[in-house]
């Protein structure tokens, strides 16, 4: 797990920090299952407050990526749960709307785009 | 949460000063800043935290017991370091050793020795020869080898290098981190505490202006510039205004910068900017 804080960046430190352990569990850099550290140890080794790292806990845990488990720290969780894959599902609209947008503008039609999505497709596999 | 710390409407007249109904509370496993001018109130305060003075009202408990239910347990709670040293100037390392020794039941001399070696202080020297540096680390090795429930520190960075400015900030939230302990922490230099304070309180002319979460604090405010001519009724809203021939800057609560639109400039401030803001105001 990385954490690196900006002290020039618009985000707060709190989600900062949520933000990038989110991203690290969407792109698999994070396994489901590991126990992150705890929010004290935390706190100390990136050198912030305890409030702040436990409200980027607790943010996490409200969007369902992690849960915190009595006795054991905080767990990462399946992919497979549902408010996680909603997470994902907007990733992916968000995406396709980027993708829509910019055909339009060069006024590709949706079997074109079909196409283009397809070929990207078969290629990856 | 359980509290480490309580200052229940605690008031106290010194000749012209006069702490004004201070109440605050620390829970256990958390660090709160202290800020203010010198001379506000913050000394009297940590005097009166200490029992080196008496209120003329109010109480205060550390972990649940007042001074009055146990003085010697009560004492032996705090970790208290100042901005001076404590010493006598003719004493050695050794001599610090065998008084701490002396006091206190809890003290842990393979701990001390530990400290000692880890921070380079000299053992032949006088504690008067010894750098203020020194003299800091002297101290918070002396208070980190016992048993105490809450560190009380008075401008204890003052004077401090950025590098010893770094390292004891590290060394605070290890004290913290079991989550059993707490740190009350009073400076003037508002950015020593701007990382690691969970709790932010700031007193001036004796009364507290602020008494807050850190996190929320910052979020409550805003920094806003422009031009004065744009304000149209808007001036109400803005807390210490500083005006140039150019324009104004000045602070706002953060939900009503709507109302303010996008003649406007708006920035996050941090908790100096706040603080001098509110006392401008």
Known sequence: MKILISNQSELPIYSQIKEQIKEQILNGNIEEGTILPSIRKLAKEIGVSVITTTRAYNELEKEGFIASMQGKGSVVLSKDNKILKEQYLIRIEEGLENAIQTAKKIGMDYVELEELANKIWKGME | MEDMLVVKNVSKKLGDFYLNDVSLSLPKGYIMGYIGKNGAGKTTTINIINHLINPDCGSVTINGISYKDNPVLYKEQIGYVGDESYFPPEFKIKDVKKVLKMFYKSFDEKKFDEIVEREGLSKDKKIKDFSRGMNVKLMFA??????????????ATNGLDPIAKDSLMTTL?????DGEKSIFFSTHVVSDLEQIA???VMIENGKLVINEQKEELLENYLIVKGNESELKGLEGNLLGKKSNDYGFEAMIKADCADEF?????FEKPNIEQIAIHLLRA
Do not use: A, H, M, W
Request: aromatic fraction near 12%.
């Open chain 2, 142 to 155: 002396t208070v980190l080898s016992r048993e105490t429930k809450i560190l009380i520190l008075d401008e």
């Open chain 2, 173 to 177: 939230q290890e004290y913290i981190e």
């Open chain 2, 198 to 200: 969970d709790f932010v």
């Open chain 2, 261 to 265: 639109g996008n003649k406007f400039i």
